[in-house]
C-alpha cells in the first residue's frame, strides 16, 4: 500500500475519530412558533416524556426528559451546530459539560425520543459528559468514575417547532464503570437539580420540597409559582444568564417504567418526582472575536477529542512513508 493510500485511509477514519452525532445537527428554524411555555407538551400529540431504550430488563422501560431549554432563550442557544460561535455547545460547556471522551463516540444503547412534534420517534443528538472541571480530559474522567450525563433532543418537527431543546437520561448520577453505570439512589432527580445548579449557582435540598407540588393529576403542564432561580455562567469569553423554573404536569411522579426504578427509589419515594426544570437562556456578553475553527477546537476539546492529536501524528508518520 503506498502512503498515498494510507492517508486516504487515515481520511475515512476521520469521522469515527472525531464523532459525528446520531441526529443530524439543527440550525434553529426561523419558522419556529414558540408558546406561551416555551415549548409543545409532548404528551399533546402522541409523544412522551419518557425516551425509548432498546434493551432494559423488564423490557419497555424509558428514561425522564428532565430538563428543557425553552425555546424562548436567545436563538444563538437554541442552534444545536458545534459550527456556532457561543451555541448550543458553547453553553453547555459553561455548565462543566463536554461531547464524550474518545472522539464523541457512545458506547451505550442510543436512545430516541418523540417530542410530539410529527417526526415520531428520533435518535439522540449525541452524548454530554460532565467535565469534573478540566475541559481537556475531564468527559474521560466521567466515564470511568461515574457523574452526570446526557442526552438532548430538539423540538423542530412540523407540528409542534419551538426549537426547545430537551435533555434526558443521565443528567443523573451515574455510577463508575466498574458499577457497570448504574443509576445512583434518586439519580434521576439529584442530576437535574444538579444541572440546575451549576446553570444558576444554586444548591436545592434533597428530595426537592418542589416535589409535593408536581401534581400527577394535572390536565397540563404548568410552572409551580415562586420557583425562579437565576445565575450566570461563562465559556470562551461568552457569559449566559439562566433563568430556572420547574413545571409540574409533564412526568408522573412514579416508579413504573423508569429504567433502573428498582435501584434509584430512596425511601419509599419514586424514582421521579414528577418534576422538570424549564431552563431560559440569554446572551449578557459575547466574544465577536471567536472564529469558527477556534469555536470547533473548543467544543473538540471539552469533549477529551485526545484523538485528535493521535490521528495529527498519525498523519505525520504516513507523509514520512
Known amino acids: 500500500m503506498t502512503r498515498t493510500h494510507y492517508f486516504l ?3 475515512g477514519l476521520l469521522p469515527y475519530v472525531l464523532g459525528h452525532p446520531d441526529t443530524p445537527y439543527h440550525k ?3 419558522r419556529a412558533t414558540i408558546p406561551d411555555l416555551g415549548f409543545y407538551s409532548p404528551l399533546a400529540d402522541g409523544g412522551s416524556m419518557l425516551t425509548q431504550i432498546p434493551e432494559t430488563y423488564p423490557a419497555g422501560q424509558g428514561e425522564p426528559l428532565n430538563v428543557i431549554i425553552s425555546g424562548k ?3 444563538l442557544i437554541l442552534s444545536s451546530s458545534p459550527q456556532d460561535n457561543g451555541g448550543l455547545f458553547n453553553y453547555f460547556l459553561s455548565l462543566s459539560f463536554g461531547t464524550s471522551c474518545g472522539g464523541g463516540i457512545n458506547l451505550g444503547d442510543k436512545q430516541s425520543a418523540n417530542l410530539g412534534d410529527g417526526q415520531g420517534y428520533v435518535n439522540e443528538t449525541i452524548v454530554m459528559r460532565y467535565n469534573y472541571g478540566d475541559p481537556v480530559r475531564g468527559t474521560c474522567t466521567e466515564t470511568q468514575l461515574g457523574g452526570n450525563h446526557f442526552r ?29 453505570h448504574d443509576i445512583a439512589i434518586n ?4 442530576g437535574r437539580d444538579w444541572l440546575v445548579g451549576n446553570a444558576t449557582n444554586n444548591a436545592f435540598a434533597n428530595p426537592n420540597p418542589l416535589a409535593t407540588q408536581a401534581s400527577t393529576t394535572a390536565s397540563g403542564p404548568a410552572i409551580i409559582p415562586s420557583a425562579s432561580y437565576t445565575g450566570s455562567t461563562t465559556a470562551n469569553g461568552w457569559t449566559y444568564q439562566t433563568t ?3 413545571v409540574a404536569g409533564l412526568l408522573e411522579a412514579v416508579s413504573e417504567g423508569i429504567n433502573h426504578n428498582s ?13 422538570v426544570a424549564l431552563l431560559t437562556v440569554s446572551i449578557t456578553a459575547r466574544n465577536e472575536t471567536t472564529s469558527t475553527s477556534g469555536s470547533e477546537i473548543s467544543r473538540r476539546l471539552a469533549g477529551g477529542h485526545l484523538s485528535v492529536i493521535a490521528l495529527s501524528s498519525a498523519f505525520a508518520a504516513l507523509l514520512a512513508l
Open 9 to 11: 485511509l487515515a481520511l
Open 187 to 190: 439519580g434521576y432527580n439529584l
Open 263 to 275: 435501584t434509584v427509589e430512596e425511601d419509599g419515594r419514586p424514582a421521579v418526582d414528577g418534576l
Open 152 to 180: 438532548f433532543w430538539r423540538q423542530s418537527g412540523s407540528t409542534a417547532n419551538s426549537s426547545a431543546v430537551f435533555l434526558a437520561y443521565d443528567v443523573s448520577n451515574e455510577l463508575s464503570l466498574e458499577q457497570q
Open 73 to 75: 432563550s436567545d436563538p
Open 28 to 30: 434553529e428554524s426561523k
Open 244 to 246: 430556572a423554573t420547574y
